[in-house]
């Protein structure tokens, strides 16, 4: 793997005539090898002169002997005076391990099981404070509680959803039993979805219908350029129903201007979407299994609706 890593970083440098690139490959192995040979001689060698520490502790030598006696043996490779005097210290002590012991980081002050509790505590208080102010209220630094929130309580913090509206319980539960009665159709007819047409109102606007090409100008060399946007909102905003079912849309149409949706114009708009289903969808409607499904909104809900439903021949 080594020799592959190198062979991509030779490839960097300007091509060598008098030098092949596997013949620097292979000098870059040996100088790396030399390299962790060179570490472990100082690694072993360290450990020699622990030996030797040792061996001068049990024969009774002061530390100023031992000193004298490793700086006479290893020379300038000698161990500093400060380390022979410890490992001397250590050796007296009743050690008798040669190898360096484990470096053990600072313990936290600040990521116990006092601060985590206070943190989960506020949070669970004020799910919208800050990192900033749960620093300052429990006394650690912004980066020690942004840990404890993301790694000790597994929290992430997140933006609402906005939505229409907030349901009650007992919306929530209708909505529930409702959504259950349709899986029940869904599962006793496979075919049951196919009968339902679903429809909306929503407001949209006319949008200016003017290509590249037509909205194109002359202009002087000294001149800016014109610019348009993609889609321009026009004063125009209609208010389109829809209504549409698996096989596409079954009726739409416009309302005219100031028109609102009232349960006298809802139900003119029922009757074309009657007259839409036996004209488009003819299998549809001769089998009259076909099922409206809308919205709660008071004017599809009106005793008006109701009536029309029962008065006409919609199953």
């Not at 490992?87 to 050690?95: A, T, V």
Request: hydrophobic share 35%; net charge positive; glycine share 4%.
């Amino acid at each position: 793997m080594l020799r592959g890593h190198l062979c991509a970083c030779v490839n960097f440098f300007p091509p060598i005539e008098s030098v092949s690139s596997w013949q620097l490959v292979d000098y870059c192995v040996s100088v790396v090898n030399a390299r962790r040979i060179v570490s472990y001689c100082k690694m072993t060698e360290q450990l020699e002169q622990r030996y030797c520490i040792k061996f001068c502790q049990k024969l009774g030598d002061t530390q100023v002997e031992t000193i004298r006696k490793i700086q006479q043996t290893f020379g300038n490779n000698a161990t500093s005076i400060t380390r022979i005097k410890e490992w001397c210290n250590r050796f007296k002590d009743g050690s008798t391990s040669v190898d360096s012991e484990p470096c053990h980081s600072r313990p936290s002050t600040s990521q116990n099981d006092n601060v985590i509790n206070q943190v989960r505590t506020l949070v669970m208080q004020d799910r919208c404070i800050t990192v900033r102010e749960l620093a300052d209220k429990v006394g650690v630094s912004i980066g020690s509680v942004h840990t404890i929130l993301t790694a000790d309580l597994g929290l992430r913090r997140v933006a609402v959803k906005f939505v229409p509206k907030l349901q009650t319980m007992e919306q929530k539960q209708l909505r529930l039993e409702i959504t259950q009665d349709m899986l029940d159709c869904v599962e006793s007819d496979s075919n049951f979805l196919n009968t339902v047409i679903t429809g909306d109102e929503s407001w949209v606007y006319g949008y200016d219908p003017e290509t590249k090409a037509q909205s194109s100008q002359w202009k002087h060399s000294s001149s800016l350029r014109p610019k348009k946007a993609w889609q321009v909102h026009s004063n125009v905003k209609v208010l389109l129903t829809v209504f549409l079912n698996s096989r596409g849309v079954v009726h739409h149409e416009y309302a005219p201007q100031g028109q609102t949706i009232i349960k006298e114009y809802y139900e003119g708009v029922l009757c074309r979407l009657c007259n839409a289903v036996r004209r488009k969808q003819p299998d549809l409607w001769a089998t009259k299994t076909w099922q409206l499904h809308h919205d709660n909104a008071p004017a599809h809900s009106s005793h008006l609706i109701q009536g029309f439903w029962l008065n006409t021949t919609f199953p």
